[in-house]
């Protein structure tokens, strides 16, 4: 009963914990207003909520396009192959719907220069100019009457073929919305052709329809994940990072695709590293988050983590190297990094960080040689019991602890 995104999030923590009972949500749809908090419920609750589909699917066809689009968001995330049809129903009406938006449009280039005979400035010498502007006025209106018969042609032609990808203009938001919605559904159920489908939409101008298409690509198969790499590097940062989060969700696969794309970008690399540290990542990604590391920026800090994550003992060295720059931005992580993977050659060099002039980073030290330290840190870890910082002292009271043992 919160609001979307509080719903949202408590719906994916109970998904983890295995989902909650249904009937009563079951029987709060026997009222239409409660539709949007049972969509919202089983959105975050995915396949545990599989005993309301039979429930929502009606919806499709009895709401209006808000709605809509919360059942179908719902449909996607619960992944019950049975909605397909009824979600394919419904695709082609609203496929329908913005073609007769877009028939207005011609599907072709605008010509860039004039035929002979109609350019308005291409007059005798010695023209007389009333007649000029007589001229150039039945001119304009040959070229109307032109592009008018080109229009009628082409809503000719789009009644059968897919529109341009520039007339989303005409179409509302909650129909947009829908679209996209629609497109990702497909793609994440896995319908039959659907790489076909959406392949087109993934051209669109549109960055909604466009990731949405990217995304759904990204659920169907090798062949999608390829097209959908394309995503990573689109102009539309929402749309870098709903894709990266799609490719991360789809296993060694789809994280092979994101982190051939992450060394071939400048700038920032968040939108596409978060979502590793979200779905986890495999031991493959050791290379590229230690060139990160090495690289330093925002990002350095999330591939240390990244990298404490999986206990990767074959990164040690690389973040033990990171330590000698004494400028590094990423230090506190990357030690807290080497206290999580806990491999005991780091030890000296961590100890060398207890003294360093930041609180932070000396609690850092602190904690990870909770984990790598010996008997040769004892005493500056003692040292650090009086440090002004109380989390320093708490840090350094608990690796003593830990090292005594």
């Not at 009333?130 to 032609?157: G, N």
């Not at 790499?229 to 994101?258: F, P, T």
Request: glycine share 8%; proline share 6%; net charge negative.
């Amino acid at each position: 009963e919160g609001a979307y995104d509080d719903a949202l999030a408590a719906g994916h923590e109970m998904r983890r914990r295995g989902g909650c009972p249904v009937d009563p949500m079951v029987e709060k749809l026997r009222n239409p207003a409660n539709a949007v908090a049972v969509l919202q419920a089983m959105q975050g609750l995915g396949p545990s909520a599989q005993l309301l589909v039979p429930k929502v699917l009606p919806m499709l066809a009895a709401f209006e396009p808000p709605v809509k689009v919360l059942a179908v968001d719902a449909l996607a995330e619960v992944g019950d192959p049975s909605a397909v049809p009824a979600l394919q129903k419904l695709y082609e009406q609203e496929q329908k719907s913005l073609q007769t938006l877009r028939a207005k449009w011609i599907p072709a280039d605008l010509p860039k220069k004039f035929d002979e005979g109609f350019n308005p400035e291409a007059l005798p010498p010695g023209a007389d100019p009333d007649a000029a502007a007589a001229r150039q006025a039945d001119l304009f209106r040959k070229v109307r009457a032109l592009a008018e018969a080109k229009a009628r042609e082409a809503h000719k032609v789009l009644i059968e073929q897919r529109p341009p990808t520039e007339v989303v203009d005409d179409a509302s938001s909650d129909q947009l919305r829908l679209m996209a919605s629609l497109v990702r559904a497909l793609g994440v159920l896995k319908a039959e052709g659907a790489a076909a489908t959406l392949k087109p939409w993934a051209d669109e101008s549109n960055p909604r329809l466009r990731g949405a298409a990217y995304v759904g690509l990204a659920s169907v198969g090798p062949d999608g994940i390829a097209l959908a790499s394309a995503g990573l590097v689109d102009a539309d940062r929402q749309v870098q990072g709903s894709v990266a989060q799609a490719l991360a969700e789809q296993g060694l696969a789809g994280q092979k695709a994101l982190l051939d794309v992450l060394p071939q970008l400048s700038g920032d690399k968040l939108r596409l590293l978060e979502p590793l540290s979200r779905s986890g990542v495999a031991a493959s990604a050791v290379g590229v988050l230690l060139q990160l590391v090495r690289e330093g920026g925002a990002e350095a800090g999330v591939a240390a983590r990244l990298l404490g994550d999986m206990r990767s003992r074959e990164a040690v060295d690389g973040l033990v190297k990171y330590l000698d720059d004494p400028t590094g931005v990423a230090r506190r992580d990357v030690l807290l990094a080497l206290g999580r993977i806990g491999d005991p050659r780091a030890a000296e060099a961590v100890g060398r960080d207890l003294y360093h002039d930041s609180a932070d980073v000396r609690a850092a030290a602190a904690e990870a040689l909770a984990s790598i330290g010996s008997a040769a840190q004892v005493e500056a870890l003692d040292a650090l019991k009086g440090d002004y910082y109380r989390r320093v002292r708490d840090s350094a009271v608990a690796a003593l602890g830990r090292v005594g043992k």
